[in-house]
């Protein structure tokens, strides 16, 4: 029962006494009566008194105890005129402006971090005490191709993005470089902070592509360079020695098994000068020359190309195209990307197999096929200089395929997918 409410059944009892009693004393008309008036009239002072300076100090603390329990902090107490009590009240109050203060400076603070997360050009993915998503910034979702509102809620491992299931495998406090098959490449931190006494863990995403593949680029483009002055030089006096022997041996009796290695020899060394040239057509890749283009011409084009070569392997050319606007790019550079890939792709499937080419409304090419897929190891691996799966491939197809789209600012990827089907993608940002 409140205070306030046994005060009041007190004080009715003591004046329903007294009223009693003062009746009792009026009947008999004795100084008694006087004496009994003055003594009610003292009990209302003690009582007034009383009230003033217990149960009012005590009520205006219990109501400050509510507005505490119902975080109101923009409420103050009012004094009493009692000393002790406004002592309790003061403190009280400033008490209450510096919680005030305090939440204000928080919610200043967190709007702050909250835009500066939202702001970072690095990828910020924070989880619950479940592994779950509660916030990514607009940076991460476009690291990991997907839409915030979409993930908020699931796990890593249940969200459809590889740089998410590369994510799940970094141990807590640990750092790590993640190549994806788009040949982006990222520095992954997983650390966690603490809220609420709870540890929290947090992804940080920094973006390497463009400082590696420029380092990258500049390394094998003077490797390149080099071995191709060599070799070309070299191959160069050999050759023209070897066409001088070849002519001199030529008119000799019983020289034709010796003309015979001689000339073995001479193509031997212009297929080592065209091997050497190719790799110095990568560093010389002319920029782009950009005019409106219909794409799906350029892919028609492509498809009549390589019909017969997929026709002797018994490999299925399947077409799917939309209506697609035109595209800022250059015709030429870019047949000789997509001839790469559907080149690449009846490379994948050997014999009998279906390739299907769909493009889309908003410029979104994919080229498919059911070959023998790409493996996790080789995944990471697959737009690394000089890399190749082919037991005599050179590793440089992949990387002017990655030199093209990066000049044409698209984003590209590669990928075999659960269902076993490797698809290439790219999509036009433009």
Same mark, same amino acid.
């Given at each position: ?61 219990? &109501?400050? @105890? ?23 009240? &003061? ?9 005030? &203060? ?17 702001? *970072?050009? @690095? ?14 910034? /607009? @940076?991460?979702?476009?690291? @990991? ?25 970094? /141990? ?11 040949? *982006? ?46 070799? &070309? ?58 005019? /409106? ?15 017969g070569m997929c026709n002797e392997r018994n490999i299925q050319i399947l077409s799917k195209f939309e209506k697609m606007p035109l595209l800022m790019v250059d015709g030429a550079l870019f047949e000789q990307v997509l001839l790469n890939i559907i080149k690449n792709a009846a490379e994948s499937i050997g014999q009998e197999g279906v390739i299907t080419i769909t493009t889309s409304g908003n410029g979104d090419i994919e080229i498919a096929d059911n070959g023998k897929g790409i493996s996790k190891e080789v995944e990471d691996k697959l737009f690394s200089p000089f890399f *190749?799966?082919? /037991? ?39």
């Amino acid at each position: 029962m409140r205070l306030k409410v046994i005060f009041g059944i007190f004080a009715s009892l003591l004046v329903l006494i007294l009223g009693l009693l003062i009746y009792q004393m009026a009947s008999s008309g004795s100084v008694l009566f006087y004496v009994t008036e003055v003594l009610v009239l003292f009990a209302f002072i003690l009582l007034w008194l009383f009230y003033r300076k217990v149960i009012k100090p005590l009520q205006i603390i219990g &109501n400050g @105890m509510e507005l505490l329990r119902e975080q109101d902090f923009s409420s103050r107490l009012s004094s009493v005129g009692q000393h002790e009590a406004d002592k309790v009240v &003061n403190v009280f109050n400033r008490m209450m402006d510096q919680l005030k &203060n305090e939440r204000l400076r928080l919610r200043e603070q967190n709007h702050f971090l909250d835009l500066l997360i939202n702001a *970072s050009p @690095m990828g910020v993915v924070i989880l619950s005490l479940d592994e779950e998503l509660t916030q990514i910034n /607009p @940076m991460a979702a476009r690291f @990991m191709g997907v839409l915030p509102e979409e993930v908020i809620g699931k796990k890593l491992t249940e969200v459809d993005s590889v740089l998410s299931v590369e994510l799940s495998k970094i /141990p807590r406090q640990g750092t790590v470089t993640v190549r994806l098959n788009d040949s *982006s490449i990222y520095k992954c931190t997983h650390s966690s902070f603490i809220d609420r006494g709870f540890h929290h863990p947090f992804f940080l995403i920094e973006v390497l592509t463009d400082e590696v593949i420029k380092a990258e680029k500049k390394a094998y483009e003077k490797v390149i360079r080099m071995i191709a002055h060599e070799v &070309n030089n070299t191959t160069a006096g050999i050759t023209s020695t070897l066409d001088t022997l070849e002519q001199a041996f030529s008119t000799q009796e019983d020289s034709a098994e010796l003309t015979e290695v001689l000339r073995v020899c001479i193509d031997r060394c212009f297929s080592m000068s065209h091997f050497i040239t190719r790799f110095a057509d990568v560093v010389k890749i002319p920029d782009p020359s950009f005019s /409106p283009t219909d794409l799906n011409e350029i892919l028609t084009s492509c498809v009549r190309f390589m019909q017969g070569m997929c026709n002797e392997r018994n490999i299925q050319i399947l077409s799917k195209f939309e209506k697609m606007p035109l595209l800022m790019v250059d015709g030429a550079l870019f047949e000789q990307v997509l001839l790469n890939i559907i080149k690449n792709a009846a490379e994948s499937i050997g014999q009998e197999g279906v390739i299907t080419i769909t493009t889309s409304g908003n410029g979104d090419i994919e080229i498919a096929d059911n070959g023998k897929g790409i493996s996790k190891e080789v995944e990471d691996k697959l737009f690394s200089p000089f890399f *190749s799966t082919k /037991p005599n491939g050179q590793g440089i197809g992949l990387i002017l395929i990655r030199e093209i789209l990066t000049r044409h600012g698209c984003t590209f990827s590669l990928r075999t997918y659960h269902d076993g089907i490797t698809r290439f993608r790219i999509h036009f940002s433009q």
